[in-house]
């Protein structure tokens, strides 16, 4: 079991930077790929981004390669977003989650946590 805390969402300018933060209880956080994933009403979770169980492997979707930057640090339980050069289409729920594999697909993923608001304003 995993239980997983997301923090550092917000209301931003268009342009600026957040950074997300996901912490994980328990002693196996290092045995699980983590993934961003994002939420506006009435659409589909998306792939944000991901990260393997290492983190020597990273993912991203088209819409944020370049601007976002995922990372972990297995010795805090701890994965990030770094978000960058943000837009007004990037206003979402960000949600992480944590998976025995990376990929892109929310079916894959077996533990969430209940999400942060980002905001960006025009």
């Known amino acids: 079991q995993v239980q997983l805390v997301e923090s550092g969402g917000g209301l931003v300018q268009a342009g600026g930077s957040l950074r997300l933060s996901c912490a994980a209880s328990?002693?196996?956080?290092?045995?699980?790929?983590m993934g961003w994933f994002r939420q506006t009403p009435g659409k589909e979770r998306e792939f944000v981004a991901a990260?393997?169980?290492?983190?020597?492997?990273?993912y991203y979707a088209d819409s944020v390669k370049g601007r976002f930057t995922i990372s972990r640090d297995n010795a805090k339980n701890t994965v990030y977003l770094q978000m960058n050069s943000l837009k007004p289409e990037d206003t979402a729920v960000y949600y992480c989650?944590?998976?025995?594999?990376?990929?892109?697909?929310?079916?894959?993923?077996?533990?969430w946590g209940q999400g942060t608001q980002v905001t960006v304003s025009p």
């Open positions: 989650a944590a998976s025995t594999h990376a990929t892109v697909s929310t079916l894959d993923y077996d533990y």
């Open positions: 990260i393997s169980r290492s983190g020597g492997s990273t």
């Open positions: 328990g002693r196996t956080f290092s045995r699980y790929a």
